[in-house]
């Protein structure tokens, strides 16, 4: 299988936080000590849900350099592809899984002068490693966190108790903003941003910064898709000589998997490049939804990221 | 004429573009001596209403023109040193949003250029334009004496005393290309010294 390498994990803890997220810990089956990470790596999670395998990245959420075990949060989506059911209902205390090595898309830029987060709800999770990363080296940071209400808050309390002085937190439903043009203009030369939440919050931080005449290189974000459903559609693979069906549940990478197919990936969201395939043919049109390829690259007809991307049309002939 | 087209170098050698008036909310300019053409080639009442000049004439007096562009602040300093501390301030005070120009001589856009980014503003949000002269800020790779507006090749270096030839080696952090020691195969073989382009 590509990916990260993987680790054998027993799940020690399961501590629902609210209606919608629940925190699950991890510990290495042969109770050996974990590999460190930095502040923004997730981990994919496999999860054999009845004669399918899941995998879904989450952000690593505890203290990096905590090598016992490893705690992510999972918010519930009754809408989504079961993934964050089967995490909520199946996973119990005692059970083993499979998880990759931590992998870092979103990490902190170490040349910052200080580190602005901006979360939306359960985007909150990356910044609580990054968190517990900079306290490490009192490191400069300040957050501002909105979430739906106080009983939705994850982790809302903890923050403004531990922190009290460089955490925000607004609540949606006491219509509290983030007035984030004037916070933009009062940060001191060196900030870095960081956003992480829904992608209507990603594009409003990245296009005020950008008109506040940020420079790109401090602007970081994360956003991993969820593949969507779509019309099921055929591909010939040609390094393996093979046709396969794409189901309506499922992305290309997950079809291309299922029928044994060692496809290389890593964010499994369409945005780290690793799945990136080249097309040798096609007759039809591309539903591209990465954010790796640019404009030109969509248009060209030449590439396409399996992981969230799907086609519609006669012919799809991929290089695999 | 005072810009120069630098022959093809290796990597490590930096590159000089050209400035272009950018939106920002506000703006720092450092040049020195033919370096104010590069400002004078951008500036518009807008751009200058939140402009902070601060240029080092080495004997080239742009003090008319500049001021003539009435920006909200102009320095001029009798060297970099004296105007170093000024430049840190502005650093310290200042907001994301500040846009960097440097314009003038190698050796003070690359010593600027490493201020700024010690200051946290990434290399590739800072712009630069070369003008006047294409003297070199160098380091003696043996004594590790930096000598300043080196324009022959081989050199003096001004600490110890050797004979250095000029490389495209350069250092960021120093700002300085490397200076190496011409005759230590064959000592007191000094070629006669011809400039650095020639
Ligand atoms: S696996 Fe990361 S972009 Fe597809």
Redesign the pocket.
């Known amino acids: 299988m590509s990916g990260a390498e993987k680790i054998q994990v027993k799940v020690t803890e399961v501590t629902p936080l609210n209606a919608l997220v629940t925190r699950f810990r991890f510990e290495a089956v042969d109770g050996s000590l974990l590999p460190t990470f930095s502040g923004g790596a997730h981990t994919v999670v496999e999860m054999q849900d009845g004669g399918i395998t899941r995998l879904n990245p989450y952000s690593l959420m505890s203290d990096p350099y905590d090598q016992s075990a490893y705690t992510i949060s999972v918010r519930r989506d009754d809408a989504g592809r079961g993934g964050s059911l089967f995490m909520h209902n199946q996973v119990k205390t005692g059970d083993e899984m499979v998880i990759s090595y931590p992998v870092n898309l979103f990490s902190l830029d170490l040349r910052a002068r200080k580190h602005l987060f901006i979360a939306g709800g359960i985007g909150i999770t990356p910044f609580l490693a990054q968190i517990h990363q900079l306290e490490h080296f009192n490191g400069h940071w300040e957050l501002h966190y909105s979430c739906r209400s106080e009983a939705l808050g994850s982790y809302a309390d903890e923050l403004s108790h531990s922190h009290p002085n460089k955490t925000h937190i607004y609540y949606d439903d006491q219509d509290q903003r983030i007035g984030l043009q004037h916070l933009l203009e009062g940060q001191p030369l060196g900030t870095h941003v960081y956003v992480c939440g829904p992608k209507g919050m990603i594009d409003w931080v990245k296009s005020t910064a950008e008109a506040e005449s940020w420079p790109a290189d401090n602007i970081h974000y994360e956003e991993f898709l969820a593949p969507q459903p779509g019309k099921p559609f055929q591909v010939k693979l040609a390094i393996s000589n093979k046709t396969i069906e794409v189901g309506e549940h499922e992305s290309l ?1 997950e079809a291309m998997e299922r029928e044994g197919v060692d496809a ?13 395939t080249r097309v040798i043919d096609y007759q039809g049109n591309f539903i591209h939804r ?1 954010h ?1 390829l640019d404009d030109n690259e969509h248009a060209s007809g030449e590439k396409i ?4 991307s799907r086609f519609e049309g006669k012919t799809l002939v991929l290089d695999h | 004429m005072s810009k120069f087209d630098f022959p093809p170098s290796i990597r490590s050698r930096p590159i000089w573009s050209s400035l272009e008036a950018r939106k920002g909310t506000a703006h720092l300019m450092i040049a020195d001596a033919e370096g104010a053409e590069a400002i004078l080639d951008i500036a518009t009442p807008e751009l200058m209403a939140n402009s902070h000049i601060i240029h080092i004439p080495k004997g080239k007096s742009y003090s008319e023109h500049l001021s003539a562009l009435n920006p909200a602040q102009l320095y001029e300093g009798p060297s970099y040193e004296a105007a170093l501390p000024r430049i840190r301030r502005v650093l310290t005070d200042g907001h994301m949003g500040l846009q960097v120009y440097l314009a003038g001589t190698e050796g003070l856009m690359g010593q600027a250029m490493q201020e700024m980014m010690s200051a946290g503003i990434p290399h590739s949000a800072i712009q630069t334009e070369h003008h006047g002269s294409t003297a070199r800020r160098m380091q003696c790779v043996h004594c590790k004496g930096i000598t300043e507006d080196i324009e022959t090749d081989p050199y003096q270096c001004s600490h110890c005393g050797l004979h250095l030839f000029v490389r495209d080696h350069y250092s960021r952090r120093l700002a300085a290309y490397q200076g190496v020691r011409v005759d230590a195969e064959d000592h007191g073989n000094i070629p006669e010294p011809k400039g650095i382009y020639e």
């Open positions: 990478l290389p990936y890593l964010c499994r969201g369409g945005a780290c490049g690793q799945c990136e990465d790796w990221m399996p992981c969230v």
